[in-house]
C-alpha cells in the first residue's frame, strides 16, 4: 500500500475487535507502539486481554489467554523454526528473528500475524472485507 492509497484512521469507538485495532496499529505504528518495540504491543495486547476480562467481553483473542494455549504462539514456534515454546514470549522471538534477517520486527510481526490469520482455520478475527459498520459487544 502506498503513502497515497492508506485509509484515513478510525476512531477507537469504530472498531469490533483485537484485530480491528492491530490495523489502526499497522496504519500508525509509531502512535501507538514506543520505539516499535514488539514488547510495548504485547503489553498493550495483554492490556487488551485484561480489559475484555474486567468489563465481561466475550471476545475471542489469539494472543493471550490466562490458563489457556495461546494460538498465535502456538502457530509462530515452528514457523520461526523453533522445536518448542520460548517463554521469553512471541514478542521477543520476533524481535530476534528480525534482528538476525535485518527487517524491522513490527514488519515482520504483520507479515506473520497476515500468514497466520490465512493458514489457521480457527484463527479469530476473520472479518468479511469492508467491514465497516461496528457491533455492539455482547
Same mark, same amino acid.
Given at each position: 500500500?502506498?503513502?497515497?492509497? $492508506?485509509? !484515513?484512521?478510525?476512531?477507537?469507538?469504530?472498531?469490533?475487535?483485537?484485530?480491528? %485495532?492491530?490495523?489502526?496499529?499497522?496504519?500508525?505504528?509509531?502512535?501507538?507502539?514506543?520505539?516499535?518495540? *514488539?514488547?510495548?504491543?504485547? &503489553?498493550?495486547?495483554?492490556?487488551?486481554?485484561?480489559?475484555?476480562?474486567?468489563?465481561?467481553? !466475550?471476545? +475471542?483473542?489469539? %494472543?493471550?489467554? +490466562?490458563? &489457556?494455549?495461546?494460538? %498465535?504462539?502456538?502457530?509462530?514456534? #515452528?514457523? *520461526?523454526?523453533?522445536?518448542?515454546? &520460548?517463554?521469553?514470549?512471541?514478542?521477543?522471538?520476533?524481535?530476534? !528473528?528480525?534482528?538476525? !534477517?535485518?527487517? +524491522?520486527?513490527?514488519?515482520?510481526?504483520?507479515?506473520?500475524?497476515?500468514? %497466520?490469520?490465512?493458514?489457521?482455520?480457527?484463527?479469530?478475527?476473520?472479518?468479511? #472485507?469492508? &467491514?465497516?459498520?461496528?457491533?455492539?459487544? $455482547?
Amino acid at each position: 500500500m502506498t503513502e497515497g492509497t $492508506k485509509r !484515513a484512521p478510525r476512531q477507537l469507538s469504530e472498531l469490533t475487535d483485537v484485530y480491528d %485495532f492491530l490495523e489502526e496499529v499497522r496504519l500508525r505504528p509509531g502512535m501507538w507502539v514506543r520505539r516499535s518495540s *514488539l514488547q510495548h504491543l504485547d &503489553s498493550i495486547l495483554t492490556g487488551y486481554r485484561a480489559a475484555l476480562g474486567v468489563h465481561g467481553i !466475550a471476545e +475471542p483473542f489469539d %494472543f493471550w489467554n +490466562p490458563g &489457556s494455549s495461546n494460538r %498465535f504462539s502456538e502457530w509462530l514456534w #515452528p514457523r *520461526l523454526g523453533m522445536r518448542y515454546s &520460548s517463554p521469553l514470549g512471541w514478542a521477543t522471538e520476533i524481535e530476534r !528473528a528480525a534482528e538476525q !534477517a535485518g527487517r +524491522p520486527a513490527m514488519e515482520m510481526f504483520f507479515e506473520l500475524l497476515d500468514e %497466520f490469520r490465512a493458514t489457521d482455520p480457527n484463527a479469530h478475527g476473520q472479518a468479511e #472485507p469492508d &467491514s465497516s459498520t461496528p457491533t455492539q459487544a $455482547k
